[in-house]
């Protein structure tokens, strides 16, 4: 029986497509190292883009099941007196 290979944390892809943003800025690669790379970069932001969507979906679900949270920005908080 095969092995199902995880998808790799978020991190962890974030880190990749940041290596590849590098390689590529630096221009140092022959250009068809450079098209596959940037195909592998564009398929990270795919991906983490699906995922961070997902995350969202969740994060609303668990705010609608307390009632909801009222987020204040960091500027406009109360000062302690």
């Known amino acids: ?4 290979e995880r998808p790799p944390r978020f991190e962890e892809a974030l880190s990749e497509l940041e290596s590849l943003v590098r390689r590529l800025e630096e221009g140092d690669m022959p250009l068809e190292e450079s098209l596959a790379a940037f195909e592998r970069g564009m398929g990270i932001v795919k991906t983490l883009g699906e995922r961070l969507a997902d995350i969202e979906k969740r994060v609303d679900v668990l705010l ?3 009632g909801g949270v009222t987020l204040v920005p960091a500027d406009d908080e109360p000062e302690d007196d």
Request: aromatic share 0%; no cysteine.
């Open 1 to 4: 029986m095969a092995k199902e």
């Open 64 to 66: 609608e099941r307390t």
